[in-house]
């Protein structure tokens, strides 16, 4: 199994990206999707969340309203799309898949994609 996260870069505050994460081994579609962040210094936190058992959702507050999770089962994809983008918002942000319901916790991620970085910043 192997996740692919792709899309990162550099960008100036108020600005957009949006990440890509493809899958091989597994189909996203069947799993619950995260999207995580790890800032210098700082622990791994959940940001972006899907499960595809229930439909639920999560979205911490630092970033609801601004990013959204969406999922391309055609292309076993899921992708983030970032707006509204903040300086706090730079960090290494990584893909990962998993069966639990419990999307928020990143113990409950089976697979893990490499990550990729996003810099914001004027």
């Known amino acids: 199994v192997q ?3 792709s899309g990162g870069g550099s960008v100036q505050p108020g600005g957009s990206l949006r ?3 493809t899958a091989s081994g597994i189909t996203l579609g069947n799993y619950a999707v995260g999207w995580f962040r790890q800032a210098p210094g700082k622990e791994r936190e959940g940001i972006s969340c899907f499960s595809s058992r229930n439909g639920s959702t999560y979205y911490p507050d630092s970033v609801k309203g601004r990013f959204t999770i969406s999922r391309n089962n055609a292309k076993n994809a899921v992708h983030l799309q970032m707006n509204s983008l903040k300086a706090e918002d ?10 639990s319901l419990n999307i928020e916790n990143e113990n409950a991620y089976d697979y893990w994609g490499q990550g990729t970085q996003v810099t914001v910043s004027s």
Do not use: I, W
């Not at 730079?90 to 069966?99: E, Q």
């Open 3 to 5: 996740l692919q996260a």
């Open 90 to 99: 730079t960090a290494v942000y990584f893909c990962a898949a998993g069966l």
């Open 19 to 21: 990440l890509s994460c």
